[in-house]
């Protein structure tokens, strides 16, 4: 079965650091995998995606993640960022094409403090 | 504008009194799913829908019920709620093949006393 682990509960920053968040998968094939962001009140919303090629995906609000298959990881990094990214981020992998291929199974959630 | 609309957003009610949750997307996608997000365990399926009247179970389907008569609506149904089913729950939608990305509802907090 499928499964994702984000190592960090909470992660603090200064506003203007540079940020990486872990995400490691396990998954038997090719892995669809996802980064959203939670601010509070609101729903999930998509930050990037990797499905196939350049291992290197960017997304929205400066965003971007590294898929390393060798490692199964699909880091999220920013290279500065702002106070309003301060929210909680969740790595997803989905699985296949058919039956409950569309199924998102997410990681814990990793809670990102920004200080001024 | 794309969406995917849930209500009520808050709700307070007591063990045993039947519920629903409504979800509605206009985008015409054919899968539908409701998550429960829970501290500490991220978000969990509890059903999904592939297409009008094509339903199954997720990873935590006990005590919840859904149908899909329509293909923009998916309700959550709860028959009998107990506390431990106090949780934020979403709502997604997104088109069935090429695993797209899926779109979140807003969320629902359902408190069970």
């Known amino acids: 079965a499928q499964s994702v682990t984000q190592p960090d509960i909470h992660i603090t920053v200064s506003e203007g650091a540079s940020l990486e968040l872990r995400c490691n998968y396990s998954?038997?094939?090719?892995?669809?995998l996802f980064w959203y962001v939670q601010s509070p009140g609101q729903g999930l919303q998509l930050l990037l995606k990797?499905?196939?090629?350049?291992?290197l995906v960017q997304g929205i609000k400066g965003f971007e993640a590294e898929f390393k298959r060798s490692q199964s990881s699909f880091n999220l990094r920013k290279p500065s960022v702002h106070w309003s990214d301060a929210a909680e981020y969740f790595c997803?992998?989905?699985?296949?094409?058919?039956?409950?291929?569309?199924?998102?199974?997410f990681g814990t959630g990793t809670q990102l403090k920004v200080e001024l | 504008e794309a969406q995917v609309t849930q209500n009520p957003r808050y709700l307070i009610t007591v063990t045993g009194k039947k519920l629903t949750v409504t979800c509605s997307q206009n985008?015409?996608?054919?899968?539908m799913s409701w998550y429960r997000q829970d501290p500490g365990l991220g978000l969990r399926q509890i059903y999904y829908?592939?297409?009008?009247?094509?339903?199954d179970k997720g990873d935590v389907p006990e005590g919840y019920k859904v149908s899909r008569k329509e293909k923009r609506n998916f309700p959550l149904i709860l028959e009998s709620p107990s506390p431990n089913q106090t949780s934020l729950y979403f709502c997604?939608?997104?088109?069935?093949?090429?695993?797209?990305?899926?779109?979140f509802g807003d969320g629902t907090r359902l408190s069970i006393l």
């Open positions: 997604a939608s997104s088109l069935l093949y090429g695993n797209q990305p899926q779109h």
């Open positions: 998954y038997g094939a090719t892995p669809y």
């Open positions: 990797y499905f196939s090629g350049d291992t």
């Open positions: 997803a992998v989905a699985g296949g094409l058919t039956g409950g291929g569309n199924k998102l199974t």
């Open positions: 985008m015409n996608h054919e899968y």
């Open positions: 829908s592939m297409n009008v009247e094509v339903t």
